[in-house]
């Protein structure tokens, strides 16, 4: 996510709202209230829509879309995706447990992870996944990543570890699909 969001108040103008998007180089800016909750978003989409319409609102809280749809900072980023894919909104504000926004996560976020280097992935796949949530030894599973695509290799001490060894990997930032390679002691 982008950690930094600008917000502004349901009474700002259009044209500061716009004044902004074109100031920070944003596609939206999440409308809050007094205490920093979302209440909806307002994107260049709907401030264009607005003047197409020729009319709509001069007010972030007339023209916001609402209520904002937003995500929770451990969510995964698959699930953050999801939600962004079945509500069919481009981002998602990230709140806390008070509600508060933390940051934005975007489209744009999610392309990024697709430019992780190859080496970390491996390396949280091996380190994370496999070593302490598995607590597999780093010699029982052979992980190799070419081009975000993770290869899996060796020998389970059981077959049902299987789909867990590949959903977990499939959920590492920037996993782009997992080949199972894998065989079974048992």
């Known amino acids: 996510m982008t950690p930094t969001s600008v917000s502004v108040r349901p009474d700002t103008s259009l044209k500061e709202v716009a004044r902004l998007l074109d100031e920070f180089d944003i596609t939206a800016v999440c409308v809050v209230d007094e205490a920093s909750h979302p209440l ?29 749809v937003v995500a929770r900072p451990e969510w995964s980023v698959v699930r953050a ?23 934005v996560l975007s489209r744009s976020d999610v392309v990024q992870l697709f430019l992780r280097r190859d080496r970390a992935v491996q390396e949280e796949i091996v380190e994370d996944v496999l070593t302490r949530t598995l607590r597999l030894s780093p ?19 059981r077959r049902d570890l299987a789909p867990v060894v590949k959903r977990l990997c499939g959920s590492v930032d920037g996993v782009a699909g997992v080949v199972d390679r894998l065989r079974y002691d048992d």
């Open 40 to 68: 909806g978003v307002v994107s260049e989409r709907d401030l264009v829509r607005r003047q197409a319409d020729g009319g709509g609102g001069s007010t972030a809280g007339e023209l916001m879309t609402s209520p904002a």
């Open 81 to 103: 995706v999801r939600v962004m894919d079945r509500q069919g909104v481009k981002r998602l504000p990230v709140v806390d447990e008070e509600g508060v926004v933390l940051g």
């Open 139 to 157: 010699s029982t599973v052979n992980v190799e990543v070419a081009d975000g695509v993770v290869t899996l290799s060796g020998v389970l001490p």
